[in-house]
């Protein structure tokens, strides 16, 4: 494997870009496949590292640079899986050239740079950060990359912070929990960063920042980066507020104590200073204390959040975070946030669990009267979120505890002086108890759901089927057996309920009614057959819902009878669809509602429908088809849209001639009503069955429509085979614009071309490659052999006087396959005067004769010479003066203005036949006078909509025109200009 190496970095003296990107893609392809270390070991690692460097390339070579990075990194990724101490011996060399490499100005080469030290950071850094003990053995080179990091922060690396600042990112989540000194010094200098106005990068300075909280500890962080806050100066500093709403979203994992004895003193007195100055008559400064105060107490989640304080913090703030409940419903919203993230996050710590779960008794009650007391406007969002909490807290709460709370719940839903809010909310609370309910304590709540199910209350019956729910739907084994004891009683009580069910409730009671039906199955066939027609006709429900729970019961109920083995399957498909079929002879909304059940039963059991089920359907859907209720030919028409997009050809073929006879021989009215959906079908058709056999078949007074979709169809496939065409062109021609000039184009091109397509990308490349063959009579493939044997290689001097070095190691990073680049800065020319006075020359003499040296020898030439390359004072035909003037005549801005006595009448009027081109097509530009342009009049037929077509037609028109004139003139200055300096 040595030997192997070594032979490639001998063929890598060379200085062939070529090869040597092809020697690091191979050793970067050794790293990749991770060779064990009897084949590699960690000092032949070592080693090809350190020979990498060697052949280390010029800073700006793009070529080059990449595939050096990216075998470097597999290096060193390689080198940390064998063997850790080495790596970070050489990790500084590596953090160092990388920040170097982020300050030169190739976008390709810095990103390249920041993903390498990030994947170092992610990969190994973290690994070793997760561990104390590693953490500390190898601390000096982790610091010592970290100080290279840190450079970043400065100004000379202000076009790449995002860049350090993503880096960073990953280092404070790697390392931050070790809490070293470096790493936490560091955000000061990144909150002075911030600090600064106008600076460019705050989401990436924000990020970095609230991942080192989240991994420092917020103690730790303010106590280097501290707030500013002062309560007592009047106006406040407010500089660093910014760091509050990171703090609300990154703090975990820290010191409740803290919250308590830092925050929430702070927040007191705020509040204080706020009620002070309302007092004072200052309320903007009142407005923005209490702004801040709510601010700090979003913070409270966060250090709820697995704290490593809870048993000892806990009773300390437990009042506090009650009386917040009960008195504060500003804060009600964080404190609820608070209590879900104690219950939440603590599930695994026993010792936490259970310390929290002490308090149920305390907050629960003060929860519950938060959601069962009638709210305004504004406090609908505190009673949901105390719902949720309880329902979080009941995780945890203590059975005796949850047994007083549910008989309070009883009593009231079944008391006479409840309200009618009270007892929907009390539905509310007992649906969330009842999982952790006694089975000898059901009952009473059922009787209320029974009741309210026959309730006027539309409400109240939704939240009765709700609770009536949670007991169907629960996954406890005692619900569960309780459930399938008392089924049958349930299901003559669920169908009698069903005539005073109210829209509303119907998305809830459904669900209900899934249940039963998977709880029943085979078993009970009645109930499926009783409660079928209830399910169809919810599919025609104004709630997406509920048409959503009836589509998914019309399949759930398709899968239970064609699962029946005992049976063959065609009876069992009959059987199904008979359940629909006969809701055909009901009312019109049942009629409509089992066609579409129909369709939805089509499109899930397509493979299960035989020829003599197609033929029925399609059969009644042709009878029904001359309804006259609108809403059962709207159904008919989805049906046929679903089973015409499912079912194949040769199964529908025999139905086309009899469905077409139906479909035209509709009413009048209706097919006025329904013309978009009968164009829809017959286009469907066409494209199913073929136009010579549709049109047959339909009357003539319909062949205009077939005529008109067969267009279309036509003009569609033509603009989708243009588009594909132009993104052909565009890829291969570089936007070429067809026709006779493409023809021209490629025949002159001869060789340049390959199977007729250009391998310039753009239009600019395309007129280049003519000219060049034009010019010199040979192939561009001819050229580009040239120019691949004179090869690419440039010599990077820093001094025009001396020379480079070859014999030196480093001379090979002198050795560039990219340009190097030029500084673009004005040299200023600083002289000094005899009174002291600094002189700036910035070159204006020097411009100013170059420019008249220049404009004598541009005197005599025209670009509108018919003799290219020749000075106008040769040509004997043409004008003296070699300009043009321009004479005003038409009208619009052409007009005729009113002239001076002095001057003569214009004897030329100008009509536009003069920007005439003579040897190409379209106009030109003439010298002193306005641009030639066209224009599209308006018309009133452009609104048309069937007439938009052909002015579409007209308006490409102009275009291509105007393209293909802008072509030849482009090639016309390409070759003056190649005149003019030959």
């Known amino acids: 494997m040595k030997a192997a190496v070594e032979a490639i970095f001998d063929c890598m003296q060379v200085s062939s870009p070529l090869v040597r990107t092809v020697g690091l893609k191979a050793i970067n392809g050794l790293f990749i496949a991770q060779p064990d270390s009897s084949r590699l070991s960690a000092e032949v690692n070592a080693l090809i590292i350190s020979a990498l460097y060697a052949k280390k390339p010029a800073e700006g070579d793009t070529q080059l640079v990449l595939p050096w990075l990216e075998t470097t990194k597999q290096a060193y990724l390689n080198l940390y899986r064998q063997d850790q101490r080495t790596f970070f011996v050489h990790l500084e060399k590596l953090s160092a050239d990388c920040m170097k490499l982020l300050l030169v100005d190739r976008p390709e080469i810095r990103a390249a740079s920041a993903a390498v030290l990030k994947e170092i950071v992610t990969t190994c850094l973290s690994a070793v950060g997760a561990q104390r003990e590693a953490y500390q053995q190898h601390l000096v080179p982790i610091q010592k990359f970290f100080q290279h990091l840190e450079v970043g922060l400065t100004y000379q690396y202000h076009l790449v912070w995002n860049m350090v600042l993503e880096i960073l990112t990953e280092f404070y989540e790697a390392c931050g929990a070790q809490a070293s000194n470096f790493t936490v010094k560091s955000l000061e200098k990144v909150a002075l960063l911030r600090d600064s106005p106008q600076f460019p990068f705050t989401a990436e300075l924000d990020r970095a920042f609230g991942r080192a909280v989240r991994k420092v500890g917020a103690p730790r962080v303010l106590r280097i980066v501290p707030l500013k806050i002062n309560v007592a100066m009047t106006p406040m500093d407010l500089s660093r507020s910014w760091m509050i709403p990171l703090l609300r979203d990154y703090v ?294 509920a048409r959503q729970s009836a589509f998914e019961l019309v399949k759930e109920v398709g899968n239970i009878l064609l699962s029946d083995s005992s049976r063959p399957e065609e009876e069992n498909v009959a059987e199904y669809f008979e359940l629909m079929l006969s809701g055909l002879a009901g009312t019109p909304d049942g009629v409509a509602a089992s066609i579409v059940a129909l369709s939805h039963a089509v499109y899930e059991f397509r493979d299960k429908l035989r020829k003599p089920m197609v033929d029925m359907l399609m059969d009644n859907m042709n009878v029904l088809l001359a309804s006259n209720t609108r809403d059962i030919v709207t159904a008919i028409f989805g049906f046929f849209k679903v089973i015409f997009s499912r079912m194949a050809d040769f199964e529908l073929g025999p139905h086309v001639a009899r469905l077409v006879k139906s479909v035209s021989g509709m009413e009048e009215n209706f097919r006025r009503h329904f013309r978009v959906k009968i164009r829809d079908l017959f286009t469907v058709l066409i494209r199913k069955f073929g136009y010579t056999m549709i049109v047959e078949l ?146 204006g003499h020097d411009r100013d004769d170059d420019a008249a040296s220049l404009s004598s020898r541009m005197s005599g030439v025209s670009l509108n010479d018919k003799k290219k390359g020749k000075n106008r004072s040769e040509d004997t035909d043409g004008d003296d003066d070699g300009s043009f003037g321009y004479q005003a005549g038409g009208s619009g801005i052409h007009r005729p203005l009113k002239s001076s006595r002095k001057e003569k009448p214009a004897k030329k009027v100008a009509t536009g036949a003069e920007y005439r081109a003579k040897k190409a097509g379209g106009d030109v530009k003439l010298k002193g006078r306005p641009d030639p342009y066209a224009y599209i009049p308006l018309d009133l037929k452009s609104s048309n909509k069937r007439k938009k077509a052909k002015l579409v037609g007209q308006f490409k028109g102009f275009v291509k025109g105007a393209k293909k004139g802008a072509m030849k003139g482009s090639k016309d200055s390409k070759s003056r200009k190649r005149n003019f300096q030959t």
């Open 252 to 545: 975990q994992d820290t010191e409740l104590g803290f919250f308590i004895s830092f925050f929430l003193p702070l927040a007191s007195q705020l509040r204080s200073k706020s009620a002070m100055l309302t007092a004072a008559g200052e309320p903007s400064e009142a407005k923005s204390c209490d702004i801040l105060q709510r601010q700090i107490w979003s913070i409270l989640p966060g250090f709820c959040t697995r704290p490593t304080d809870l048993v000892e913090s806990l009773r300390g703030i437990a009042k506090i975070l009650g009386q917040a409940l009960d008195e504060r419903p500003d804060l009600q919203l964080d404190v609820m946030a608070a209590l879900r993230a104690l219950v939440l996050k603590n599930m695994e710590n026993d010792v936490n669990r259970t310390e929290v779960a002490k308090y149920a008794k305390n907050y629960l009650p003060r929860l519950l009267q938060i959601y069962t007391t009638e709210a305004t406007s504004d406090g609908s969002n505190q009673r949901l979120a105390a719902l949720e909490t309880v329902k979080i807290y009941l995780k945890i709460t203590p059975q005796e505890t949850i047994d007083e709370l549910f008989e309070k719940v009883v009593e009231k839903l079944n008391g006479d002086e409840s309200s009618q809010f009270l007892l929907q909310a009390c539905v509310d609370v007992a649906a969330v108890l009842l999982p952790y309910v006694p089975i000898a304590k059901l009952d009473g709540v059922l009787a209320f759901c029974r009741t309210a199910w026959v309730s006027p209350d539309a409400t109240l019956q939704k939240k009765g089927y709700r609770c009536f729910g949670e007991l169907l739907l629960s996954d406890q084994e005692a619900l569960q057996a309780y459930a399938a004891g008392h089924m049958d009683t349930f299901k003559t009580d669920f169908t009698q309920a069903y005539s005073e069910t109210k829209p509303p409730a119907k998305a809830a009671r459904l669900r209900c009614l899934s249940a039963m039906v998977k709880r029943s199955g085979l078993t009970d066939k009645s109930f499926l057959k009783v409660v079928f027609p209830e399910i169809v006709m919810c599919t025609k429900e104004i709630s997406e819902n």
């Open 698 to 843: 339909v009357p003539e007074s319909d062949h205009k429509l077939i005529n008109n979709i067969r267009k279309t169809q036509e003009r569609e496939k033509r603009q989708k085979k243009e588009k594909r065409n132009d993104k052909k062109s565009i890829a291969g021609d570089g936007g070429g614009d067809g026709g006779e000039e493409d023809v021209d184009r490629k025949s002159r091109a001869g060789a340049a071309s390959i199977g007729g397509r250009s391998r310039a990308e753009t239009i600019n490349d395309i007129l280049d490659e003519l000219a060049s063959s034009d010019e010199d009579g040979g192939t561009v493939d001819d050229k580009r052999r040239e120019k691949k044997k004179k090869g690419n290689v440039y010599i990077t001097e820093e001094d025009d006087e001396e020379i480079v070095d070859f014999t030196d190691p480093k001379a090979s990073q002198k050795i560039s396959s990219t340009m190097p680049s030029k500084s673009k800065r004005k040299q200023l020319d600083v002289r000094v005067a005899p009174d002291g006075r600094i002189i700036i020359d910035a070159g």
